[in-house]
Nanobody, 124 residues
Framework: QVQLVESGGGLVQAGGSLRLSCAASGSFFSINAMGWYRQAPGKQRELVAGIITSGSSTNYQDSVKGRFTISRDNAKNTVYLQMNSLKPEDTAVYYC?????????????????WGQGTLVTVSS
């Protein structure tokens, strides 16, 4: 029903920048809050940044504040993560997440949808 497709990951040197994108597609009524999570090898998945539907409020993990910026384009159903001043400890698979509302079988349903992940590797 709803698919999230991430792009923009890759290999970058410490201090460099990357911009991740995540586009929602499929059949849905609305895409509400969206966020980026990451999972490093041997660690649990953690929230990096989140943004509400209107884009007027965002939140960040302490370790990325001042370096990462989350934004969204609701006309394109797309969320972005601009990552600057990257550090080796930012190396992880980054996942996009969205709260979606779909209409199915005569009722509205709330779904939490995940992308397939995109690998970000920061070399020292």
């Amino acid at each position: 029903q709803v698919q999230l497709v991430e792009s923009g990951g890759g290999l970058v040197q410490a201090g460099g920048s990357l911009r991740l994108s995540c586009a929602a597609s499929g059949s849905f009524f609305s895409i509400n809050a969206m966020g980026w999570y990451r999972q490093a090898p041997g660690k649990q998945r953690e929230l990096v940044a989140g943004i509400i539907t209107s884009g007027s409020s965002t939140n960040y993990q302490d370790s990325v504040k001042g370096r990462f910026t989350i934004s969204r384009d609701n006309a394109k159903n797309t969320v972005y993560l601009q990552m600057n001043s990257l550090k080796p400890e930012d190396t992880a698979v980054y996942y996009c997440n969205a709260d979606a509302v779909v209409f199915a079988a005569g009722t509205y349903r709330y779904l939490q949808v995940w992308g397939q992940g995109t690998l970000v590797t920061v070399s020292s």
